[in-house]
């Protein structure tokens, strides 16, 4: 496990997180002295795959040569889960140890578009989000399936941050009453070990070749540029991401209203009427009313 900390950190901190504050808090709570200094209790967490690369579709072809379907068909919609935290790359479809790869999201939906055995597709949602990086592209391939065969994104749960980016590309979401959704925005988390430091008597010293190369670094504070700089980065991501949500709902949630909420959460029967979500109601009949929706067509 020890080896695998660096690997932790460099996903959490200093990199563009679109995932709920909440949340976000907690992971940095949890993984505290382990990775930045006191007692902590890592769950679970994927070792570096030695052919991570997305180029060489791996998983798409390994899918096919096996002659296995990437997800359930169910009356002709497929089911496509969207849970746990969501991240870039990892050789797997759909959840693993509390996480979902947009690599495998790619391979599912791009053979949902392909096979014409899937007349529709019902996206299952229950995350807090996750890493940007690799999210607005998942998402242009969502738009694209929803263009050419019905969708939904069905909240069992929550859809926040980066998960409600991808349920807003589905034609509609429906969410449960005391379900949420939102959290239109972005976060970095900066750990600053300097008083600890000083505290226990160990001094660093960052030696560079060039203005910029350590800006971010743990053993300091943050100057206000650096701050400004990061903030200013993360207004484009919340920009980028309202014009997604905007392009995905249409007159439901334009990008500026979906800027106005400030990434705050809301519970079903607001989020309707704000227009992030079209309808409150159970997931098991609203997959039976898609479904027979769908057999009708």
Not at 234 to 241: G, K, P
Request: aromatic share 6%; with cysteine.
């Amino acid at each position: 496990m020890t080896l695998l900390l660096p690997r932790i950190a460099a996903e959490l901190v200093n990199t563009p997180l679109a995932i709920d504050g909440a949340r976000a808090d907690v992971m940095l709570r949890a993984l505290g002295p382990r990775v930045f200094g006191a007692p902590v209790h890592v769950a679970s967490a994927h070792a570096p795959d030695p052919h991570a690369g997305v180029l060489p579709q791996r998983l798409d072809r390994g899918l096919a040569s096996a002659g296995r379907s990437a997800f359930p068909v169910i009356d002709g919609v497929a089911v496509i889960e969207v849970e746990g935290t969501l991240v870039n790359k990892g050789s797997w479809i759909g959840m693993d140890c509390g996480e979902t790869s947009y690599e495998g999201l790619r391979t599912q939906i791009e053979r949902a578009r392909r096979e014409s055995s899937v007349r529709a597709a019902v996206f299952e949602v229950d995350s807090p989000g996750g890493q940007v990086a690799g999210v607005f592209e998942t998402a242009a391939a969502m738009a694209r399936l929803s263009a050419e065969k019905p969708t939904m994104a069905i909240l069992t749960s929550n859809a926040c941050s980066a998960a409600y980016l991808l349920a807003s590309q589905a034609r509609r979401i429906v969410m449960p009453e005391f379900g949420y959704a939102g959290s239109i925005g972005a976060v970095v988390m900066h750990v600053d070990f300097s008083a600890a430091l000083t505290e226990a008597g160990v001094k660093v010293t960052m030696i560079q070749s060039g203005a910029h190369k350590t800006e971010g670094n743990p053993f300091e504070p943050l100057s206000v540029e650096v701050v400004d700089r990061i903030r200013a980065e993360l207004d484009q991501v919340r920009t980028r991401f309202a014009e997604v949500v905007g392009s995905g709902r249409g007159k439901a949630l334009t990008a500026q209203a979906a800027l106005a909420t400030e990434a705050q959460v809301y519970s079903g029967r607001e989020a309707i009427t704000l227009g992030l979500a079209d309808a409150v109601g159970d997931p098991h009949e609203a997959f039976a009313a898609f479904r027979a929706e769908i057999s009708r067509l």
